[in-house]
T-cell receptor, first 112, second 111 residues
Framework: DAGVIQSPRHEVTEMGQEVTLRCKLI?????LFWYRQTMMRGLELLIY????????DSGMPEDRFSAKMPNASFSTLKIQPSEPRDSAVYFC??????????FGQGTRLTVV | GDSVTQMEGPVTLSEEAFLTINCTYT??????LFWYVQYPGEGLQLLLK?????DKGSNKGFEATYRKETTSFHLEKGSVQVSDSAVYFC??????????FGDGTTLTVKP
């Protein structure tokens, strides 16, 4: 398995634009997590899904953020409209219960 | 709620020194415990894990023992290398739930 695959690796966009980050899970994993990492706030959990169902979205900062999991192997995180303070590295991770999370390489988002 | 507290960094060591990074936790239920490592520009990688009391996780010379009586999971390595320089995260998860991470400890190993 190629591991968790995120795209794009880097995204530079202008304030107000829509941004979509993509994540392909490891086959057989049933939990999916989206994290955001910045120097100031460290690693923050935004939302997680179990068996395609959103379980906890309390970390989603605002209504501008939304996440979907249309099938068992794929997820998107959308920011609309984007703002400079959204600049961060966004990670997705997948897991099978109790075995630890496997992270993707991350998407470095810069909003100018 | 669940929480993880780990040793504040940064930690700077000379090559071949002994490493300990402390980690303590609070959890409802019976957590699995993990250490992750993050190298610059990369995602977190699972380093080792332990799923029940007294289990020892080990990988790449690193070890940690699940101590239920002290609610701890300290990371150790007998002889660090420059290539071990990274950020280390302690974490826990209960069942299929989310992982709770510590704030991370930056390790720098000098030749």
């Amino acid at each position: 398995d190629a591991g968790v695959i995120q795209s794009p690796r880097h995204e530079v966009t202008e304030m107000g634009q829509e941004v979509t980050l993509r994540c392909k899970l490891i086959s057989g994993h049933n939990s999916l997590f989206w994290y955001r990492q910045t120097m100031m706030r460290g690693l923050e959990l935004l939302i997680y899904f179990n068996n395609n169902v959103p379980i906890d979205d309390s970390g989603m900062p605002e209504d501008r953020f939304s996440a979907k999991m249309p099938n068992a192997s794929f997820s998107t995180l959308k920011i609309q409209p984007s703002e400079p303070r959204d600049s961060a590295v966004y990670f997705c991770a997948s897991s099978q219960a109790g075995f630890g999370a496997f992270f993707g390489q991350g998407t470095r988002l810069t909003v100018v | 709620g669940d929480s993880v507290t780990q040793m504040e960094g940064p930690v700077t060591l000379s090559e071949e020194a002994f490493l300990t990074i402390n980690c303590t936790y609070t959890a409802t239920g019976y957590p699995s415990l993990f250490w992750y490592v993050q190298y610059p520009g990369e995602g977190l990688q699972l380093l080792l894990k332990a799923t029940k009391a007294d289990d020892k996780g080990s990988n790449k010379g690193f070890e940690a023992t699940y101590r239920k009586e002290t609610t701890s999971f300290h990371l150790e390595k007998g002889s660090v290398q420059v290539s071990d320089s990274a950020v280390y995260f302690c974490a826990l998860s209960v069942g299929a739930g989310k992982s709770t991470f510590g704030d991370g400890t930056t390790l720098t190993v000098k030749p």
